[in-house]
């Protein structure tokens, strides 16, 4: 595997359900992010996880949970969703500035489709 | 804090004709600017960027974008688009000086090629 790889592709859940997204980057990185994208809004960052500590945290609400386990690694734990919550969650990797010493590209995965019933 | 103004959700555009995608910034500090595509059922890919020095930069699939701090823009333009460039184009700015990297993006242009 190369690059930035997220399962499932697709999910769909009913909002009492329980689920996680996982995220796993082969690049070397040591900076993390979950994004959520929803038809005409901006990108939001949710998390940013960057040296192995979660570093921002943007008033996402309790209902997504991230987790860090290692540098590579990057889940994001669900629980009792709402409809509203549908959306295209994609993650990406960087290095961070300080350890690169220059703004690096992130890289993004090919997301996660989540549809909440 | 930043934003950034993608004015256009669509632009509509035939085979082998010029296009220009706006991108307008707000920011009280220096930024870093890009243009992130997203082909359909990906992740965003990143296109161009703009750290210092020239401020005109290319890609290596003809697109190119100019810096202009005076009107905070930075508009991407390629001077003949071909149907593979349908996609999303966003725009995105993030802070100088930060250690990880916080992106701002826009809502994103649809760039619909036709034949």
């Known amino acids: 595997e190369t690059g930035v790889t997220q399962t499932p592709r697709h999910l769909v859940m009913g909002m009492t359900n329980k689920k996680s997204l996982k995220c796993e980057q082969h690049l070397g990185h040591n900076a993390m992010y979950w994004y959520k994208q929803s038809a005409k809004k901006p990108l939001e960052l949710m998390f940013v996880y960057s040296l192995e500590e979660r570093v921002e945290n943007n008033s996402v609400p309790s209902r997504f949970s991230p987790e860090c386990p290692n540098s590579s690694h990057l889940f994001l734990h669900l629980h009792t969703l709402q409809p509203e919550d549908s959306a295209l969650y994609l993650c990406a990797s960087s290095q961070d500035l300080r350890t690169s010493g220059r703004p690096d590209e992130q890289f993004f995965g090919p997301g996660t489709r989540l549809t909440v019933l | ?115």
């Open chain 2, 1 to 115: 804090a930043q934003s950034v103004t993608q004015l256009d959700s669509q632009v509509p555009v035939f085979e082998e004709a010029p296009v220009e995608l706006r991108c307008n910034y707000s920011s009280s500090v220096s930024v870093y600017l890009f243009w992130y595509v997203q082909y359909p059922n990906q992740g965003l890919q990143l296109l161009l960027k703009y750290l210092s020095g020239s401020t005109l930069v290319e890609s290596i699939n003809g697109f190119e974008a100019e810096f202009n701090k005076s009107q905070t823009s930075f508009h991407l333009r390629k001077p003949s688009v071909h149907i593979s460039d349908t996609a999303e184009y966003f725009c995105a700015v993030s802070q100088r000086n930060t250690g990880f990297q916080k992106l701002v993006f826009g809502t994103g242009t649809r760039l619909l090629v036709s034949p």
